[in-house]
Each structure stands twice: as structure tokens, then as C-alpha cells.
């Protein structure tokens, strides 16, 4: 169905039956303009954004490919590493993990995954079976259906919190945190071992990525959400080979072998 862990990044994104749509190219073209690459290693120091995307064997290609291409897309809303390791910085740290987590999870399964049963209705079935597709009928039956809305609602599911009361109970719910918040929660366990390690290192990224520290959680996630719509919507995101080799030699090719990275 999908090209092999080989190939390079553009010729996987190729094969996306979404490329030839003018939004999502733009977006693929955005992440390609990131230096991103793939590795074979089935493990990696990951670091959204700075590391290399690793190879992701999963039951089924579609599976694997869920989880490609929310690798990929966190290359949009990379975390913040400042390069100082005071508690305000572990606090961003912290802060843009989880914003990024939360809007590539709302990127991916919700916005990818109905665009590619959309294309391609033979894979629906099979597609729908990821629990997502069935939260964002829910969530349209009970009127929430502007996407600001709907990473609201998503985030306080993974949060939760009890802002939409209306939602609690329903197994649609029920399936969907049981696919999704352990892995959340696993993600969210990782990142004060990971900061210990980082500063101890005292590792200064070749490249910083900041965030408004005012923002809020969920502010900063609808923000990284609006970042990609944004993307999308301006359709005319080229290529560009010089700044791809430029960010390709920025990123964390020399990540530190830290003992004991957890992700």
C-alpha cells in the first residue's frame, strides 16, 4: 500500500494518496522544506522536530502508516529546547511536548485520516477502526464542529477535565481513550527524565524553536493547530531544495547517546 522504511521522505509523501490534493501538498512540502529524514533504527532518542523519524513496524501497513505520518507532521511544531535549562525553560519544554502531541493527534487522526477515507473509501472500514472517525461524528451530533472547538474538546478528553460534560459516557469516548490516553499519559511520563538528561548534557540545539510563553496549554495547542490550517489553506508552500539541505544539516543528526533517553 505504502513505500517501504528505504525510501526518502518525498517519495514516501508521494505515495500518499493526498499528494496530489493542493492542501495537503502544501503541508507535505512544508514538512520536506524541515531537512526531515527517515532512519532504520526502530528506536531513536526522539526529539520532535530535531531527530530522525524512525522506522515504525506495525500489524498492518496502514497502521505503520499512522504512525509515519505523525512523526512527520511533528515536524511542524517541533518542541522548544532553548539551550538554557532553568525552570521556565522546563516549563516550555514541558508545555510544547504535550501542545504538540495533542495537535499532531488532532492533525493526524482526525483532519489525514477522514481526507484519506475520503480518497479512498476501500480503506474506511479498516480506517475508522482507529477510533478517531467515530469521536469526530460524535462530536458533529453534538454540535461541535468548528475545529477550535473540536481541539478543545480533544484536549480536555486527553486532560481529563470535564468541559464538555455532554461528551462524558458515550463509547464512542470510551473506545477512543482506551486506543489513545495510555499512550498520551507513556508520552507525558517521559519528559522529566528526558529534561534531567538534557540538562545534564547541557545540549544547545543548532536551531531554537520558541513559543509565546503566555499561552496557555491549550492556547499554545490551537495555536500549533493553526499552523498547519494555515499551511493548508495558502495552497502555495514550494519546494525548496536549498532550504531543506539547510535545515537537513540544523537538525539533531549529532543527538548525545544519553543513557537511559525514554521514547
Same mark, same amino acid.
Given at each position: ?6 525510501? $526518502? ?8 494518496? @493526498?499528494? =496530489?490534493?493542493?492542501?495537503? +501538498?502544501?503541508?507535505? *512540502? ?22 530522525? %523519524?524512525?522506522? &515504525?513496524?506495525?500489524? &498492518?501497513? @496502514? +497502521? ?12 511542524? $511544531?517541533? !518542541? /522548544? !529546547? ?25 492533525? &493526524? ?16 472500514? =479498516? ?6 472517525? #467515530? ?6 451530533? +453534538?454540535?461541535v464542529l468548528a475545529w477550535e472547538d473540536q %481541539?478543545?474538546?480533544?484536549? *480536555? @478528553? @486527553?486532560?481529563?477535565? $470535564?468541559?464538555? #460534560? ?6 464512542? !469516548? +470510551?473506545?477512543?481513550? /482506551?486506543?489513545?490516553? $495510555?499512550?498520551?499519559?507513556? =508520552? ?24 509565546? #510563553? ?6 499554545l495547542t490551537k495555536h500549533m493547530v493553526k ?6 489553506? !495558502?495552497m502555495d508552500v514550494r519546494l525548496r531544495e536549498?532550504?531543506?539541505?539547510? *535545515? ?5 543528526? =549529532? ?9
Amino acid at each position: 500500500m505504502f513505500l517501504t522504511e528505504n525510501e $526518502s521522505v518525498r517519495e514516501y509523501l508521494q505515495s500518499s494518496p @493526498l499528494h =496530489d490534493n493542493p492542501h495537503w +501538498k502544501s503541508l507535505f *512540502n512544508a514538512i520536506l522544506n524541515t531537512g526531515v529524514r527517515f532512519t532504520s533504527a526502530s528506536r531513536v532518542h526522539w526529539l520532535a522536530g530535531y531527530s530522525h %523519524v524512525p522506522a &515504525t513496524p506495525k500489524s &498492518t501497513s @496502514l +497502521k505503520a502508516h499512522f504512525f509515519k505520518m505523525h512523526d512527520l507532521f511533528h515536524q511542524i $511544531s517541533p !518542541v /522548544e !529546547v532553548s539551550g538554557k535549562y532553568d525552570e521556565d525553560s522546563r516549563v516550555q519544554f514541558k508545555k510544547s511536548s504535550m501542545c504538540g502531541e495533542v495537535a499532531v493527534l488532532y492533525l &493526524t487522526e482526525f483532519r489525514y485520516a477522514e481526507a484519506l477515507a475520503e480518497a479512498k473509501p476501500e480503506w474506511e472500514e =479498516d480506517i475508522r477502526e482507529r477510533k478517531s472517525l #467515530p469521536l469526530l461524528d460524535l462530536m458533529r451530533r +453534538k454540535g461541535v464542529l468548528a475545529w477550535e472547538d473540536q %481541539v478543545a474538546c480533544l484536549d *480536555n @478528553l @486527553l486532560y481529563g477535565d $470535564s468541559f464538555f #460534560p455532554f461528551l462524558q459516557g458515550e463509547p464512542e !469516548v +470510551k473506545d477512543f481513550i /482506551e486506543d489513545y490516553w $495510555s499512550m498520551f499519559e507513556r =508520552d507525558r511520563g517521559f519528559l522529566d527524565h528526558n529534561w534531567e538528561l538534557l540538562k545534564g548534557d547541557k545540549w544547545e540545539p543548532k536551531r531554537v524553536i520558541s513559543y509565546d #510563553p503566555t499561552l496557555n496549554h491549550l492556547e499554545l495547542t490551537k495555536h500549533m493547530v493553526k499552523i498547519f490550517l494555515y499551511i493548508q489553506m !495558502v495552497m502555495d508552500v514550494r519546494l525548496r531544495e536549498d532550504l531543506r539541505i539547510q *535545515n537537513m544539516h540544523m537538525r539533531f543528526w =549529532d543527538i548525545p547517546q544519553f543513557g537511559g533517553w525514554l521514547g
